[in-house]
């Protein structure tokens, strides 16, 4: 079986949910993580004092 047999069987409605899937996944790592996580914090008030006591250890 060839490669283009095997994506013939895949149906159109398959295809969207996994494309769906893909942009939703995407869109989920962008907001929760990076520059606008770090942007949405400073947004809210956050300064450097304001993470947990685990990183100032003494």
Same mark, same amino acid.
């Given at each position: 079986?060839?490669? +283009?047999?095997? #994506? ?8 969207? +949910?996994? !494309?769906?899937? =893909? !942009?939703?996944?995407?869109? $989920?790592? #962008?907001? #929760? =993580? ?5 942007? $949405? ?7 450097? $004092?304001?993470?947990?006591? !685990?990183?100032? +250890?003494?």
């Amino acid at each position: 079986m060839s490669v +283009t047999e095997s #994506t013939e069987k895949v149906s159109k409605k398959d295809l969207n +949910t996994i !494309i769906y899937a =893909g !942009i939703c996944a995407q869109s $989920f790592f #962008t907001l #929760t =993580g990076g520059p606008f996580l770090v942007a $949405f914090a400073l947004i809210m008030g956050a300064d450097i $004092f304001s993470y947990p006591s !685990i990183y100032f +250890t003494s």
